[in-house]
């Protein structure tokens, strides 16, 4: 089934750790974007790539860093995780009508 | 700047009742329009799109959802719930030849039996 893929679906992970999600979609869809959920917030983004080769940032983009070297995968890697970033991360993509795809979402703890 | 409000944080509503979730909007000029859902442990699903014409849309689960410029607004309405439409739901907003898309905080609904 086509779509989006996150990994890990969960993760514990000590403050100050390397923390890399994963995300790869099959779907050909030029933009991806990285969005994290908390509870009264919403989805705020994190940072976007509206091609191969580019990357922007979003709303909340401190902490966190992306590349996007071909059109299928866009890590998100957290360079020394802190507390404030337990979360729950989406990773997305726009659809070429708009919309944006899912993937089933990578709930992170930092402790 | 572009923001989405959904006013309600929180609506609980009986199984068999009629459903309104209220969505208003800040942008010059006129957006692409979602609405998504999301079940608990879940990722994202859309639900409907307004892009153009008909300011009416239907989406999938019964939903549809009314686009009124002059209030800037895009609310979702359902005229009879289901014990399974209780979700969190999301009014979302891009700017046409943009490509970022700005979630409200969401509303969440319960349904009562």
């Known amino acids: 089934i086509a779509g989006i893929t996150q990994a890990p679906t969960s993760q514990i992970l000590a403050a100050g750790r390397r923390m890399t999600l994963r995300c790869t979609q099959d779907m050909r869809h030029n933009a991806m974007y990285w969005y994290r959920q908390d509870l009264g917030l919403g989805l705020r983004l994190i940072h976007y790539?509206?091609?191969?080769?580019?990357?922007g940032k979003g709303e909340v983009p401190d902490g966190y860093s992306v590349s996007r070297a071909n059109t299928d995968d866009f890590p998100l890697t957290l360079a020394s995780a802190v507390p404030s970033q337990t979360s729950v991360y989406f990773c997305?993509?726009?659809?070429?009508?708009?919309?944006?795809?899912f993937g089933e979402g990578s709930r992170l703890t930092v402790l | 700047a572009q923001s989405v409000t959904q006013p309600d944080i929180h609506i609980t509503v009986s199984e068999g009742a009629s459903l309104e979730l209220r969505c208003n909007y800040s942008?010059?000029?006129?957006?692409?329009l979602f609405w998504y859902v999301q079940s608990p442990g879940q990722g994202l699903q859309l639900l409907l799109k307004y892009f153009s014409g008909d300011t009416l849309v239907q989406g999938i689960k019964g939903f549809e959802a009314e686009f009124k410029r002059s209030q800037s607004s895009f609310n979702l309405r359902k005229p009879s719930v289901h014990w399974s439409d209780a979700a969190e739901y999301f009014c979302?907003?891009?700017?046409?030849?943009?490509?970022?898309?700005?979630f409200g905080q969401g509303t969440r609904l319960t349904i009562n039996p």
């Open positions: 979302a907003v891009v700017s046409q030849g943009a490509q970022k898309l700005v």
């Open positions: 790539s509206n091609t191969a080769g580019t990357t």
């Open positions: 942008y010059g000029a006129t957006p692409y």
């Open positions: 997305a993509s726009m659809g070429y009508s708009g919309e944006l795809f």
